[in-house]
Structure formats: structure tokens, C-alpha cells
């Protein structure tokens, strides 16, 4: 597995984060602003490529319910932007708890969105490995 790149998107604020080039350690990586915007998607873009990103896990925002809500829509349209920006899959990733967990883990050197990209990371490259969630 090579590195991989884990998105929380918010319009606004994108949060980034960035496995190791083994695809076992995620850490957060700066946010992106406005990463549904043009100039964001260029950025994005530009990240995925000097960082050989071979896939991206995009958080999808599903309600405690289980039910699709405004924000997944918003987050479905952003990955097809995306897809067209970038040559890697894109894959969504459940992210019910990730900001939650970010808040408790509070590291000043790293955006609150991007350490919730990180926990998002850090499920996925569980659930790849077989082993147990973090």
C-alpha cells in the first residue's frame, strides 16, 4: 500500500491528512480552504501529486441515524469535483465520530479539522490492516 490522503470536508475548511508512504501512520497535514472551489481543488490536486498519493478517503458525513443528510449530499458533489481534479480513487469513509474524537485530542500544532481527517485515516488503515479500530 502506498500513502494515502484522508479528507474532512467542510466548504470552508477542508481538513488534510496524510498516511506514511507504507499507508500505516496517518498524521494531520494542513487544512485546505474552500477545497470545493477551484483554486481548493488545484491545491488538492497539487498535494495528491508531489506527495504520490495512490488514493483518497473522503469522510462522508452519514447522521447518528444512519440517514443521508444535506452535508453528505454536499460531500457526494464534492467528490465528483474532485474525481475530475485528481487521477486516484476516491473512496468515502463513515466519519460519525471522527470530530468528536478530534476534540479530545487536542495538539495545538494541528488544525482540529485535520486531526479529524487523521482519526478518519486511522479507521480506514485499521479496517485495510484487520485489526481493531483505534
Not at 470536508?9 to 487544512?31: E, F, K, L, N, Q
Not at 478517503?57 to 474532485?82: D, M
Not at 487536542?106 to 486531526?115: C, G, I, L, T, Y
Amino acid at each position: 500500500m502506498g500513502r494515502i490522503m484522508a479528507l474532512d470536508y467542510g466548504s470552508a475548511r477542508c481538513g488534510v491528512a496524510m498516511s506514511d508512504p507504507t499507508g500505516t501512520i496517518a498524521s494531520p497535514y494542513p487544512v485546505v480552504f474552500k477545497a470545493g472551489t477551484p483554486s481548493g481543488l488545484r491545491r488538492l490536486a497539487n498535494i495528491t501529486r508531489e506527495h504520490g498519493v495512490e488514493r483518497i478517503v473522503l469522510g462522508l458525513p452519514i447522521g447518528l441515524s444512519g440517514r443521508e443528510t444535506g452535508q453528505t449530499k454536499e460531500t457526494r458533489a464534492f467528490a465528483e469535483r474532485l474525481a475530475e481534479a485528481v487521477d486516484v480513487p476516491i473512496e468515502f469513509y463513515d466519519e460519525r465520530f471522527t470530530t468528536r474524537m478530534a476534540e479530545r485530542d487536542f495538539d495545538p500544532r494541528a488544525d482540529e479539522d485535520s486531526r479529524a481527517a487523521a482519526h478518519l485515516l486511522d479507521g480506514w488503515l485499521a479496517e485495510r490492516a484487520g485489526g481493531p479500530l483505534a
